[in-house]
């Protein structure tokens, strides 16, 4: 609880003097120039996202049958190395 206290004194003390300096002006000036440059974003209508996530998952499932795929291939040639023919 101690250790609680301190943290949050010390985080009101960098508080007060960030914004002696006016740190917090330009933070604000940031998020305004965020929210400006993300108006301009032309973002992807409801088929296109569910296309691509839909090609995603597909292309997941093939990626994942060809590593299991090579993962047997290598554990059995391993194997074959190792403990002999089999």
């Known amino acids: 609880m101690t250790g609680l206290i ?8 960098f508080a007060a003097i960030a914004w002696q300096k ?15 440059e993300m ?3 032309t973002w992807p209508s409801r088929d296109e996202v569910i296309n691509s996530t839909v090609l995603v ?9 060809m590593v299991m795929i090579v993962d047997g291939a290598f554990a059995r040639l391993f194997s074959m190395l ?5």
Do not use: H, P, R
């Open 57 to 65: 998952f597909i292309v997941t499932i093939i990626l994942t049958f």
């Open 39 to 41: 108006g301009k974003v």
């Open 82 to 86: 190792l403990l002999g023919s089999k």
């Open 22 to 36: 006016g740190w917090f002006g330009g933070l604000a000036e940031y998020f305004n120039q965020v929210k400006f």
């Open 6 to 13: 301190v943290f949050l004194v010390l985080l009101g003390i």
